[in-house]
């Protein structure tokens, strides 16, 4: 969410700036030229989130995970949610992407993010 806020703070000063995932996609590549990049939205409370944040940024959307007060408490008690609320939904979107990434699912993962 730092480089969507610092883009369109700097598309509001009317600076150049080169759109996020692009300065991302170049930078992962200088370390693996076959590398690739992927969006995870993250504390979104909703489909509108999602779609905002896709389209600025022109990228499709790998994963979600989704605003839980849980990963609020824990970020306060300063401990992992996984921890603190391992059954939460926070804990399980992340768990689907972890699975996306290895392979194991297919589509996008939304998970508690109503469209």
């Known amino acids: 969410m730092d480089a969507v806020r610092d883009a369109l703070h700097a598309r509001r000063r009317g600076d150049v700036a080169v759109p ?7 930078a992962a590549r ?24 896709s389209g600025f940024l022109g990228m499709a959307v790998f994963g979600v995970v989704p605003l839980d007060e849980d990963v609020t408490i ?3 008690l300063g401990v992992p949610v996984f921890e603190h609320a391992p059954d939460s939904v926070a804990v399980a979107a992340i768990t689907r992407i972890a699975e996306r990434l290895d392979g194991e699912e297919q ?8 469209p």
């Open 30 to 53: 200088k370390r693996d030229p076959d590398a690739r990049v992927s969006l995870v939205v993250s504390k979104a409370a909703g489909a509108a989130d999602i779609d905002r944040i």
């Open 107 to 114: 589509e996008p993962a939304r998970a508690g993010i109503t």
């Open 20 to 26: 996020a995932h692009r300065a991302a996609d170049q």
């Open 74 to 76: 824990a970020e306060r």
